[in-house]
């Protein structure tokens, strides 16, 4: 046992450990923020919410309320959504990276940051904080175009 959070629950189940870091959530303010495999504070709770760690990697909902979603007749909020905030692509460092990112959509494990935007079709593209430009392979459009090559085309060309 470390820290003095709680671990952070969804839908009752609890957070399990990705890549040495695990969401807790501070049960005197409710923000969530990220242990280090040796009981640290990696990330302070400081955001609404959590994504798990993906490639270093994470997305933080900072600023947002939430709202329950069966209020009536209800002494708890037992399942609820978040409203307003601001989402951001955040290193283990918590460094914010990307503001306005909220595609979790993506190949975390195909990152490439460049001084310029990638031009490549199944990859998404996102302008950091820092002016460099962070891409992901975005799994639809890398289905599409492996369907289109791989499998539509050699159909029409039998037809």
Known sequence: MFGRGEVYIFDNVPDCEREGFIRFRDSRTGKVGLYAADG??????EYDDLSRVQNGLFVALQGATKKCLHAEGHRDCEHHNWEGGKTYLVNTNNQKLVEGFDDRDLNFF????EPEPSVHATRRVFR??????YSFVDYAKDLDA???ASVLSPLSKQA
Not at 110 to 113: A, E, F, G, P, V
Not at 128 to 133: A, F, K, S
């Open 40 to 45: 640290t504070i990696a990330v302070p709770a």
């Open 110 to 113: 195909s990152l490439t940051i």
């Open 128 to 133: 950091g904080i820092d002016g460099n430009y």
């Open 146 to 148: 492996w369907l289109s």
